[in-house]
């Protein structure tokens, strides 16, 4: 098996012609001729993430968050994506991300938050092409219910110990929108399509100040798109069902946010 025949099978389900301008979705190190033998799935490309594929057997990790995010002018052992990228040229592990190729498709990171919260008419929040990709994903709560409900019910759906959000509405929240990761500049696209509610990550300060009858909740940036993680390995798994293909044992402590005092 081969880095491009494996990467080649997970565009078919999050192709990189839909990335975002900025983004640096794709192979990231390593070449699509290079020979694999085992896969390890995680979160972000760290030095832990490198030294548990060699650990496995794996020269190939796949992850969310692109290893090479902007430009680089120095590798140092001392940076943790320096430390990640020396390690990995060093052991021969091709390194592949899938960031907003699977933020775009209703079958990764948002579509997988409208699931988890049992949403009914689940559409794309930004339709994009044929309107079957874009960013974020709106659709109905099963039943109505007041802000500190759906606090309540958000808290247990996604197990989390801590939201961040908005003045809780006392009037019925139906229509939720969802984005995971940084969705605090699509705000204004959640009220122009009728959210009431509307659930993302890495909001700032200003922007819950909101306007009646609309509520947001930041439920953390890694929280909002972790099951993305299991999602590549069903992928992998279905096409591949033979081949080794692994995710982190890690990924409870994969978080670089810690919460005190809870």
Not at 153 to 169: C, Q, T
């Amino acid at each position: 098996m081969t880095v491009g025949e494996i990467t080649a099978a997970l565009e078919v389900f999050a192709p990189l012609r839909i990335q975002e301008s900025w983004d640096n979705s794709g192979l990231i190190i390593g070449s699509p001729e290079d020979e694999v033998h085992g896969v390890m799935i995680g979160f972000d490309c760290t030095p832990e993430l490198i030294r548990e594929a060699v650990e496995k057997g794996c020269d190939l990790v796949i992850t969310h968050h692109p290893l090479i995010f902007k430009g680089i002018k120095r590798i140092d052992s001392k940076d943790p994506v320096g430390a990640a990228i020396m390690q990995a040229v060093r052991c021969g592990v091709a390194v592949y991300a899938a960031h907003t190729t699977a933020d775009k498709v209703i079958a990764g990171v948002s579509g997988a938050m409208a699931r988890r919260l049992g949403l009914k008419n689940i559409s794309i929040m930004v339709p994009e092409e044929d309107g079957t990709v874009g960013l974020g994903c709106i659709g109905e709560f099963e039943k109505p219910m007041t802000g500190n409900e759906a606090l309540s019910y958000v808290k247990e759906r996604f197990n989390l110990g801590v939201i961040r959000s908005s003045r809780p509405l006392e009037t019925p929240i139906s229509k939720v929108a969802v984005l995971g990761g940084s969705g605090g500049g699509e705000i204004p696209l959640a009220l122009s399509k009728g959210a009431q509610l509307y659930i993302t990550a890495d909001v700032s300060y200003h922007n819950f100040f909101t306007p009646r009858g609309f509520m947001v909740m930041d439920i953390g940036h890694f929280e909002s798109e972790v099951e993305i993680v299991d999602i590549f390995l069903a992928e992998l798994r279905k096409k591949f069902p033979t081949f080794a293909s692994y995710k982190s044992a890690n990924m409870d402590r994969s978080n670089p946010v810690h919460y005190f005092g809870l």
